[in-house]
């Protein structure tokens, strides 16, 4: 296999699986939609999160399962958030909260 194909190949599984991931959003939009209501209330309402993620298949989550770098929708702290079920469970939030607090006060 030479590096176009090979190169081809990668693209062709990213692409794929962001087809996938954007099927399963559609397919679940309402579940979807609560989790990132849940997350943007203030404090983010992780158990709530994690409950309506709960109310997917396995086969559903799976796809819905991928970091903002590979194109998915939930950023670290709020995939933590949804696994967990709490903010405290890995420094996440706090990261990103403490990157927020730093953003706002430089805007």
Excluded: C
Aim: aromatic share 12%; hydrophobic share 35%; net charge negative.
């Amino acid at each position: 296999m030479d590096l176009d194909e090979l190169t081809d190949d990668v693209w062709k599984t990213r692409y794929f699986r962001l087809l996938k991931h954007t099927a399963a959003i559609r397919r679940n939009q309402d579940i979807v939609g609560h989790v990132f209501l849940s997350l943007t209330e203030y404090p983010p309402n992780a158990s709530a999160a994690m409950e309506g993620f709960d109310e997917l298949e396995h086969d559903e989550q799976k796809p819905l399962w991928i970091s903002t770098k590979a194109g998915g929708v939930w950023e670290r702290w709020q995939r933590d958030a949804i696994r967990y079920g709490r903010l405290d469970a890995t420094d996440a939030y706090t990261i990103w909260e403490r990157r927020s607090l730093h953003f706002e006060i430089e805007s």
